[in-house]
């Protein structure tokens, strides 16, 4: 299987600015698309955004549209999530997910890996 790990959470204020980070390594696959989802205390885990294995297809929740962008950089096999203009609903557990695909997906279903999720909490 492959390990995902997600870095770059924290503390920030809202208006403000994070990059997250999702390194996967052990097996490699041909076709890899990455997503993000999140998961607020008491809530379902959602979905953020996701990116094809050639990273030309994107696809983002309605809710960050315009504000988070998501990228990889395949000969590092890890995949990004640049947030900005943050705003208090976006506290969450950040969660990074493979599948073996070359298509991105937007369910949590679709995904056959995980990562153990970083915390983006954000203040106002």
């Known amino acids: 299987q492959v390990q995902l790990v997600e870095s770059g959470g924290g503390l920030v204020q809202a208006g403000g600015s994070l990059r997250l980070s999702c390194a996967a390594s052990?097996?490699?696959?041909?076709?890899?698309?990455m997503g993000w989802f999140r998961q607020a205390p008491g809530k379902e885990r959602d979905f953020v955004a996701a990116?094809?294995?050639?990273?030309?297809?994107?696809y983002y929740a309605d809710s960050v549209k315009g504000r988070f962008t998501i990228s990889r950089e395949l000969a590092k096999n890890t995949v990004y999530l640049q947030m900005n203009s943050l705003k208090t609903e976006d506290t969450a557990v950040y969660y990074c997910a493979g599948r073996r695909s070359s298509l991105a997906g937007r369910e949590v279903n679709d995904y056959d890996d995980w990562g153990q999720g970083t915390q983006v909490t954000v203040s106002s």
């Open positions: 052990g097996r490699t696959f041909s076709s890899y698309a």
């Open positions: 990116i094809s294995w050639s990273g030309n297809s994107k």
